[in-house]
């Protein structure tokens, strides 16, 4: 199977959404011939035109606004938000307006919406370029938030976001965006809410979202030299979970750590951990943990940075203490 | 001015102006009886606005409103019954008693919804009119808001984009003399409509109390921006005959009972309506006085109604958080 990037597959999936359906279309900073400063949008606007391929000044409440209300007159706009930490200047645009809509008017309105945006430290970025924030909008009843992990479930996501009629929003790994992955010539999409086994195991589950599946199969494989098999799941949206796939998982393996980039306190990993808890309990034989980012501002200094994100030998030497049975706390 | 087309038209903006009147006066009754759950915001006072600008749109026009919405939604062709049993969060209200008084919403008449985020709503109407635009369907945004709604950042934002863009939409800011419990002039620096007019943006001020001089120049506006003339912004100069909300009852710390009775007794829009039209001759104060026992015969009917109309059902609490998807379309080839 060919390889592309995660870019090059974002690409695709807009592109071949737009040719599937004239009321999709782009609205971002820099979205048109710049394509983006990731350059993910590249060539669209040679096929597309200006009028669906929409530069914007720079204003995301306004242009998030903007896309609220064409979506729920019959558009279905792709929401270009150039980095994750612009999401607190759309807000009130996407958790009280988009996110409601559809509750507050009794089911009469829908916001059919994609907010691409992305996420992932060590870039050297420091704290306003850097934050991965998908724990922000998960928290919002009415907002779909999806995660991909490779090219592959970058290009499959994207189509279910265009085609879904709710507010959807996108979190692509920026570090990733040259990575490549398989991805067939021929449609496909992804469900949400389908959790991904990228690998089986009998003793531990990693469940990581977005880079973290990466750590945590590398993680996988520190471990498999340990004679520890551990299984690594995907959820690939965190809204909806896929509980059922986590559950039987954890049921077999009986322990679990979920990775995720997102700061640790009060983060997707505690959610993820505490359904866990509440629903896999007495299969448990030790406590499901949780390794997210730091909860500090993302610092710049390579040095600080690199100390902050989970990475494959912290996780594996987390799963080895949980499989020996060692107390993580005192009795 | 006197031919018949018009005066049927005159009769219907009188009577869609004391629709709002005894709506609000019936909503207002709820709430001191302690028999409407939560606030409202009284348009009471402001009726030539909604009415002038809505009887210029066609049901396909699209408008949003704000938390003092109940008149835009009435002018936009609500009925009395769906929006009562709203306002008492009833099944058959607009919204399933989901919304309540500061969220209701009528797509069926083009009203995507009240606001409760002063200014929350006009990225909504640019959105609304650069769809129209993109679907080529000819309709109108019209954006509703207060002088409040002038201080957020929002509004220019999205004037900017409009401007930029010729979108079919309609600014109307309702200049009600109060951003919520302080006087307009203490919160808007210099001159509001020169904001729109520093992106290009006509703008024009009307007396909001005057239901043909607003009506004139929204029909010539919106007949404009219908042609990609637009954007357009009114500035209309109004007066809002209760307190911010309806427990708002204590005022004179920021406005005095003499200045509420000149506009109430000098400045109605539905008295000096109702005057001009019976000293032209176009109707008889007989005739003005049945359609008023009619509209409040109507919107005392409909009260009752609702109070008495069922509650949702338990079960409906969690519907509606997602829009179903045909899950043939999220299938390969669909």
């Given at each position: 199977m060919r390889e592309i990037t995660l870019s090059k597959a974002v690409n695709e999936a807009i592109a071949e959404e737009m040719r599937r359906d004239p009321t999709v279309f782009v609205i971002g900073e820099?979205?048109?011939?710049?394509?983006t400063p990731f350059k993910v949008l590249s060539g669209l606007v040679e096929e597309f035109g200006t009028d669906r391929i929409v530069d914007t000044p720079i204003a995301e409440p306004g242009f998030m606004g903007i896309a609220v209300g064409a979506a729920m007159t019959g558009m279905r706009p792709i929401v270009?938000?150039?980095?994750?930490?612009?999401l607190f200047l759309v807000m009130d645009q996407l958790c009280n307006q988009a996110a409601k809509t559809h509750y507050m008017s009794g089911g009469k309105l829908s916001v059919p919406l994609v907010l691409r945006t992305n996420m992932g430290a060590?870039?050297?970025?420091?704290a306003q370029h850097s934050q991965s924030l998908h724990a922000l909008v998960a928290h919002i009843p009415g907002l779909m938030v999806a995660m991909p992990s490779s090219a592959y479930e970058a290009k499959g996501l994207m189509k279910t976001a265009i085609r879904e009629n709710n507010p959807v929003v996108i979190f692509e790994d920026?570090?990733?965006?040259q990575d490549k992955a398989p991805v067939p010539e021929e449609e496909y999409l992804i469900p949400f809410g389908q959790a991904n086994v990228k690998r089986e195991g009998t003793d531990i589950t990693l469940i990581g979202t977005s880079s973290m599946v990466q750590v945590a199969e590398k993680a996988a494989e520190i471990l498999a030299g340990q004679g520890i098999s551990a299984e690594v799941i995907d959820p690939?949206?965190?809204?909806?979970?896929d509980e059922a796939t986590l559950l039987a998982s954890v049921k077999k393996t009986s322990r679990a750590i979920v990775i995720d980039e997102?700061?640790?306190?009060?983060g997707i990993t505690g959610e993820i951990a505490a359904r866990l808890n509440e629903k896999a309990f007495y299969h448990l034989d030790a406590p499901v943990c949780r390794m997210g980012?730091?909860?500090?501002?993302?610092?710049?200094s390579p040095a600080l940075e690199d100390l902050t994100v989970p990475t494959p030998e912290r996780v594996a030497a987390l799963a080895a203490r949980l499989v020996a049975g060692e107390m993580l706390h005192d009795a | 001015m006197t031919q018949p087309s018009n005066t049927e038209s005159y009769l219907r903006m009188y009577t869609q102006m004391v629709r709002i009147r005894a709506f609000e006066d019936q909503a207002n009754q709820l709430y001191l009886s302690a028999k409407m759950p939560g606030l409202t915001h009284m348009y009471s006072g402001q009726e030539a606005v909604a009415v002038g600008i809505c009887e210029a749109l066609t049901s396909d026009d699209k408008i949003t409103s704000t938390h003092r919405g109940h008149g835009h939604c009435v002018a936009k062709g609500a009925e009395f019954k769906q929006m009562f049993c709203e306002l008492l969060g009833k099944e058959e209200g607009y919204c399933r008693g989901k919304g309540g008084s500061m969220h209701i919403a009528d797509q069926s008449n083009g009203n995507l919804g009240a606001n409760a985020?002063?200014?929350?709503?006009m990225g909504i109407a640019t959105g609304a009119a650069m769809s129209a635009r993109a679907r080529g369907s000819g309709e109108v945004a019209v954006c509703f808001f207060g002088?409040?709604?002038?201080?957020?950042?929002l509004m220019y934002e999205v004037m900017n984009m409009a401007a930029l863009w010729k979108l079919p939409v309609i600014y109307a800011c309702?200049?009600?003399?109060?951003s919520e419990y302080t006087r307009t002039d203490e919160i808007a620096a210099g001159s509001i409509v020169a904001r729109a007019e520093a992106f290009g943006i006509e703008a024009h001020q009307v007396d909001g109390q005057d239901v043909l001089a607003v009506n004139e120049l929204s029909q010539k506006l919106i007949a404009r921006a219908r042609k990609g003339e637009g954007p357009f912004f009114i500035e209309l100069m109004t007066y809002r005959y209760?307190?911010?909300?309806?427990?708002?009852?204590?005022r004179e710390y920021y406005r005095t009972k003499d200045e509420e009775s000149d506009w109430k007794s000098n400045r109605d829009p539905i008295t000096n309506f109702g005057r001009w039209l019976t000293e032209q001759g176009l109707v008889a104060p007989e005739d003005l006085a049945a359609i008023d026992a009619d509209v409040y015969k109507d919107a005392e009917d409909a009260v009752a109604y609702a109070l008495a109309a069922a509650y949702p059902d338990?079960?409906?609490?969690?519907?509606?958080?997602y829009a179903p998807t045909d899950p043939a379309t999220l299938r390969v080839g669909g």
């Open positions: 820099d979205v048109a011939e710049a394509g270009d938000l150039m980095f994750g930490d612009f060590t870039r050297r970025s420091a920026k570090l990733m965006y690939r949206t965190i809204v909806p979970l997102g700061h640790q306190g009060y980012a730091m909860d500090v501002p993302v610092p710049f | 985020i002063v200014g929350g709503s002088d409040g709604a002038t201080a957020q950042g309702e200049n009600n003399g109060y209760h307190g911010h909300h309806v427990g708002d009852i204590n338990g079960s409906e609490v969690d519907m509606h958080v």
